[in-house]
Every structure is written in C-alpha cells, then in structure tokens.
C-alpha cells in the first residue's frame, strides 16, 4: 500500500508540475491567438482537428494501453509493433493528405485543403510516437514526461505566437500541433530506441489484442461521441459560430485537463499491479472519487458564476458570444472531472469491455443530444444544455456499470464519496446566487476576485465545521 501511495502521489506531483506551469503557458497563448486571429478561422482548424483525430484512433489501435498493461511483451514484440505503427502511420498520412480534397469541398472551403494537407505530417508522427512514449508510462518515469511536455508545450506555443504576430493568420494554430508532435517523438525515441523491421508484427500484436480490441472500438464510438457537434455545427451553422463553440469547450475542458488528467495519466500504470485485487483497487480509487468531487462539484458553481469574466478576461470582447455556451457547459465540469478517471480504473483491471459498454451509452446519448441541439433547436446554447444533459446521464451509467460488473458490488460506497462534496456545492450555489448581484464593478478582474475570494470562504469554513479538514489546526501545528 506504501508503494502504492508513493507511486502514485509521485507521478501526479510531476504530471501536476507539468500541468499547472503548462495551463499559465497555454492561458497567455490562447490570449494572444485569440486577439490576433478570428473566431472563423478557429472554427476551420476546430474541423481540421476533429478529423484528424478520428485517423488518431485508426494508427494506435488501443496499442498504447495494451502496452502498458501487459507484463509479456518481449524487446522483439516491442519492435513488432513498432514497426507496426510506423507503416499504419505512413499508410494513414497518405489518406488523410488526399481525403483533403473531398473534405475541404465538403465544408466548402478552399483552406481546410491546405490545412488538413499539413496536419497529415501530424498524424504520422503521432503513430510513430506511441510505443516510445507507452514505454516511458509503463517504466513511471513522470518526472522525465513532466519536462518532455512542459518544454515542447513553451516551444510550439512561442513559435505559434511568433508566427501570429508576423501575420501567418489561421496557418499559426496548427503549428503547435504539428511540431510537438515531432518533438514529443525525437525525445521518446531518444529514450526507448526501437528497431524497425519490414514486417508488420500480426504475431505480436495477437498478444495484445483481446486487451487492445474493445480499448479500440472504446475510441471509435467516443470519439463520435465527443466530436461530432464539432463537424455538425462547422457544416450547417457555419464556421464562426462554430469558432465560438469550440472556444467554450477548450474553456470548459481547461480544468478537465489540468485537474483529473494530472492523475489519469498516472493511475493505469500504477493501479494495473493491482489488476487481481479488485477490493484493493476499488478501495483506493474511492479516495480519488472523493478528492475529485471536493474539487469538481465546487468548481462547475464558481465557473457558471465567472463565465463572462473568465471568458473576456482571456479571450476577449470578440468573444461575447461564447459566454452563455460556457457558462451552459460548466456546469458538467465537476462530474467530468470524475468520470474521465474511469477508463484507467477499467483498464487497469482488465475489463475494457465494460468500457466499450460505457462507450456505446455515452455515443448514444451524446449524439442524441448533438443532433436534437442542432437540427431541432438550432442554436449554440441548445448545443450545450443537450450535450450536458447526456454528459450527467452516462456519468451514471458508467458508475453503476463499474461497481455492478467490474468491481462486483454495491454502489452505496461510490455515493458516500459524493454525499459532502454535493452539500458543499448547494450551499456555494447558494452564496455565489445571493453575492453575485452585488457584484457591479466595471473591472472584469474585480469581480473574479470578489467572487473567487467568496467560493474560497464558502469552501474553507465548510472543511472547518464539517470536520472533513481541520485547516485551524493544520495552522497552528505549521506556526
């Protein structure tokens, strides 16, 4: 259990190193990409985007994970399988060079051409990267991950605004992508060297595949599920108010990313010597649960309270319409923050199954609402209530499908984890309601920090009176 703890607590330090210096370095490059470039040209890289993402899922295949998971792989199988993704990679760069064509007349736009054209330089450095970089998690060497990501993040970014600034237009947000993944590559490979062969590794990849399979189809289904309101609204609403939209969903995944992806990244390798002791496994993950929903539930009340100043602040008056999306979207942020943690506890114990299960609810629902806020109600905020909706309803179902098949009991213990963690969230709900309206500076920064400094109030006396934290004592004892 010790090594457990300090495994673990030692790769989210790191992967919070990494985390929370990249989110400052992250903040100011979106700010002065948002001044210089317009919300249209955001919407027509937000669909080139997408759609090399779904050519992603075809190069890594569920390979990753599966490498992490399974204990038998040779040196040989590794280089199998490295030369596997290699000519996958190549083979998928080709078509998504000349799918090119068909998607930019598609969307009916010349640029997405010359976009997509580039991002296939991407996708095949992406797929090369993946054995080194599965290595690099399956040896826990968080520390060297951290810095890789920190220092491709600062140099892609500053190139980026350089680029900007000198009038390279929408061509300036695709090379951050475009250059760390090289980078990201070059400095894996540098660590776990890997020789390849002219085969194409079907023998190895057998040993992987009942795991890597339904981890693969998972991907499939999700990706739909998290992309297609994407490449509906760049298609029938156009592409600025699709620019809009896609500035409230990086806004709404901002505390995603930087707060539960500071520890999945880190729970699969470490939880995975614990696939053969689910009572273990459950046990420690609960603890998780409740320290993500301590941070998440709070957090989805302060944002829809900060959305307009949060929104302005950091993008921009010619952002205003993508304030009544995010503020809609925050509000699945605390849920978000737990549920996006699941898919390492389900590979971990060896049941992707259950998380392809997950995956088809969740695309289900989520293209439902997709569809229904787009071809019914037709407009940006209908969008996000639906996908919100959904977003709260396969965060049951995933939970009950966990301790019903996975874990093999009873589901009281995961809603014991969320029981204070909800109160706490009512009465902040509650403070922020009565406190906001009193709020009526010009400054955008004031009123944040007014309403932040409340929230901040509303969680330390709640820790304090009941009893889940004694922070008077833990100052006394640090004086």
């Known amino acids: 259990?010790?090594?457990?703890?300090?495994?673990?607590?030692?790769?989210?330090?790191?992967?919070?190193?990494?985390?929370?210096?990249?989110?400052?370095?992250?903040?100011?490059?979106?700010?002065?990409?948002?001044?210089?470039?317009?919300?249209?040209?955001?919407?027509?890289?937000?669909?080139?985007?997408?759609?090399?993402?779904?050519?992603?899922?075809?190069?890594?295949?569920?390979?990753?994970?599966?490498?992490?998971?399974?204990?038998?792989?040779?040196?040989?199988?590794?280089?199998?399988?490295?030369?596997?993704?290699?000519?996958?990679?190549?083979?998928?760069?080709?078509?998504?060079?000349?799918?090119?064509?068909?998607?930019?007349?598609?969307?009916?736009?010349?640029?997405?051409?010359?976009?997509?054209?580039?991002?296939s330089v991407n996708l095949f450095f992406v797929s090369a990267n993946i054995i080194p970089n599965s290595l690099l998690y399956k040896a826990k060497r968080f520390g060297f991950i951290a810095w890789r990501s920190l220092g491709v993040q600062f140099t892609g970014g500053l190139i980026a605004v350089i680029a900007a600034i000198s009038g390279a237009g929408l061509y300036a947000l695709i090379i951050n992508p475009i250059l760390s993944s090289i980078l990201?590559?070059?400095?894996?490979?540098?660590?776990?060297?890997?020789?390849?062969?002219?085969?194409?590794?079907?023998?190895?990849?057998?040993?992987?595949?009942?795991?890597?399979?339904?981890?693969?189809?998972?991907?499939?289904?999700?990706?739909?599920?998290?992309?297609?309101?994407?490449?509906?609204?760049?298609?029938?609403?156009?592409?600025?108010?699709?620019?809009?939209y896609e500035k409230s969903y990086r806004l709404m995944m901002l505390p995603l990313q930087n707060i539960s992806h500071v520890i999945t990244p880190v729970m699969h390798p470490v939880f995975a010597e614990f696939q053969n002791d689910l009572t273990h496994l459950a046990t420690?993950?609960?603890?998780?649960?409740?320290?993500?929903?301590?941070?998440?539930?709070?957090?989805?009340?302060?944002?829809?309270?900060?959305?307009?100043?949060?929104?302005l602040i950091i993008f921009g008056t010619q952002w205003v319409p993508s304030v009544a999306v995010f503020q809609i979207l925050s509000i699945s942020v605390g849920i978000q923050?737990?549920?996006?943690?699941?898919?390492?506890?389900?590979?971990?114990?060896?049941?992707?199954?259950?998380?392809?299960?997950?995956?088809?609810?969740?695309?289900?629902?989520?293209?439902?609402?997709i569809l229904t806020g787009i071809f019914y109600f037709n407009s940006l905020e209908a969008v996000a209530w639906c996908i919100t909706i959904t977003f709260s309803l396969s965060f049951l179902q995933c939970y009950w499908q966990m301790y019903r098949t996975t874990f093999q009991r009873s589901l009281m213990p995961f809603i014991r984890q969320l029981l204070s963690p909800l109160l706490l969230s009512g009465i902040m709900l509650l403070v922020l309601y009565l406190f906001s309206p009193l709020v009526t500076s010009d400054s955008l920064f004031l009123r944040l920090l007014l309403k932040g400094c409340v929230a901040v109030v509303v969680f330390m006396f709640y820790f304090q009176l009941s009893g889940e934290y004694d922070i008077i004592q833990k100052i006394k004892s640090r004086l």
């Not at 703890?5 to 790191?14: A, Q, R």
Request: charged content about 10%.
């Open 1 to 119: 259990m010790t090594t457990l703890k300090h495994e673990l607590l030692t790769g989210v330090f790191y992967t919070a190193l990494a985390k929370y210096s990249g989110i400052i370095i992250s903040l100011v490059i979106a700010g002065i990409l948002s001044r210089l470039i317009q919300p249209e040209e955001f919407g027509i890289v937000a669909v080139a985007t997408v759609l090399i993402a779904f050519f992603n899922i075809f190069s890594d295949l569920g390979i990753a994970p599966a490498i992490i998971q399974t204990k038998l792989l040779t040196a040989d199988d590794l280089s199998r399988i490295f030369s596997f993704t290699i000519w996958s990679g190549a083979i998928l760069s080709i078509i998504f060079f000349t799918c090119s064509w068909g998607i930019a007349a598609y969307y009916n736009n010349e640029t997405l051409l010359y976009i997509c054209q580039l991002l």
């Open 184 to 244: 990201l590559f070059l400095i894996s490979f540098r660590e776990y060297p890997q020789h390849l062969q002219l085969t194409w590794g079907i023998k190895s990849m057998k040993k992987i595949f009942s795991f890597s399979a339904y981890q693969f189809l998972f991907n499939i289904i999700n990706y739909f599920s998290r992309n297609l309101d994407k490449l509906l609204i760049g298609k029938y609403m156009g592409m600025t108010p699709l620019g809009y």
């Open 337 to 369: 923050i737990i549920s996006s943690t699941s898919g390492s506890i389900f590979q971990a114990s060896n049941d992707t199954r259950s998380l392809f299960i997950c995956g088809i609810f969740s695309s289900v629902l989520n293209v439902s609402g």
């Open 284 to 311: 420690s993950y609960e603890k998780i649960i409740r320290l993500l929903a301590f941070i998440g539930l709070p957090l989805s009340v302060v944002l829809w309270f900060t959305a307009r100043e949060i929104t």
